[in-house]
């Protein structure tokens, strides 16, 4: 079973082989506050949804994608977009359960599986993968792996700092990446644009700004809109160009909601990329969007991660 555990949305599926999906379904992350009753919920779907496609003896172990997980210790740790708080054993509260193999790990290191396994990267052994959305994630493959680091906390690149003394970030630090270009980041980049003019702009007419409620209207030719991803590009850019100038990738695939707002996005992205990244990589790196569905590549990059483990029942 593949499991996507999101700010907004857990979904969980039983997923062959072959990376099919038999079954899937989903339920709001946010309606349990605690964490208990949150796996509750989870481990109790979960077993239905098995006694409804084959049962549960066919089920051969279980993978999880979360934010802020920890694959070395099977925890979630310190979440700054999650509603539980502190360091919480998802493996083994899970596998306590289950009584199946259950593996945890960040995100962003599922949704570069999952591409190497089904997506862009599929063939590719040196690439990054940056998922925008609510937060700032990325994992890098190389040589063919993922690299974890020594305490499995490496490809944290949204909370490296690109501005000194900048916007406070979720983490508690300040200036971080996630700071400028995750969803909220970049709602406070349009607060700061239409302060900065009296020009009109549609997005004063909108009460609840979204990042995909400016890119559409940049779409109808807003210009303070794409200004707010002008601005967005251009720190995107350099935060990437610093990341591959020491990883020295193939590809860089961008995922997640934000990927949406497209070529407002993209384009100064790409320009300011090119402008700081090192001069013998110029040119020769792309950013492209992710050709998956991002809800697909997480379930089916945490089931990926399931077969990588030993098979694991107390029922067996």
């Not at 709001?28 to 605690?34: E, G, H, L, S």
């Not at 089920?59 to 099977?74: D, E, K, M």
């Not at 570069?112 to 997506?119: N, V």
């Not at 707002?261 to 402008?275: I, N, Q, V, Y």
Request: one cysteine or more.
């Amino acid at each position: 079973m593949g499991i996507d555990i999101s700010t907004e949305m857990t979904t969980f599926a039983i997923v062959d082989i072959r990376g099919n999906i038999i079954a899937e379904d989903s339920f709001v992350t946010t309606d349990f506050a605690n964490v208990n009753q949150f796996v509750s919920k989870l481990t109790d779907s979960m077993m239905e949804l098995m006694e409804a496609n084959g049962g549960f003896m066919t089920v051969r172990s279980v993978g999880i994608s979360c934010p802020s997980a920890n694959f070395l210790t099977g925890s979630i740790v310190n979440s700054p977009n999650l509603p539980w708080k502190g360091t919480i054993p998802l493996a083994a509260m899970m596998r306590d359960r289950l009584g199946l193999a259950v593996a945890v790990a960040n995100d962003a290191h599922i949704s570069a599986l999952g591409e190497c396994s089904y997506g862009t990267a599929h063939g590719m052994e040196d690439f990054i993968v940056v998922c925008l959305g609510v937060g700032f994630g990325s994992c890098f493959f190389s040589r063919g792996r993922g690299h974890r680091g020594f305490r499995g906390f490496a490809g944290e690149i949204g909370h490296a700092c690109v501005i000194d003394h900048g916007r406070k970030c979720g983490c508690g630090k300040e200036g971080c990446l996630e700071a400028y270009c995750a969803a909220h980041g970049i709602i406070e980049t349009a607060k700061e644009v239409m302060s900065e003019s009296h020009e009109p702009s549609l997005m004063r007419d909108i009460e609840h700004l979204t990042p995909r409620t400016i890119t559409e209207c940049c779409e109808k030719g807003d210009k303070l809109a794409i200004e707010v991803y002008r601005r967005t590009g251009y720190i995107l850019g350099i935060g990437l160009a610093n990341y591959a100038s020491i990883i020295d990738p193939q590809v860089i695939i961008v995922t997640g909601g934000i990927s949406k707002a497209g070529k407002w996005l993209m384009d100064p992205t790409r320009e300011s990329f090119e402008e700081h990244v090192f001069g013998n990589m110029r040119g020769s790196i792309k950013i492209v969007p992710s050709i998956m569905n991002n809800r697909e590549r997480e379930v089916l990059g945490a089931a990926a991660l399931a077969w990588t483990i030993p098979e694991y029942s107390l029922f067996k």
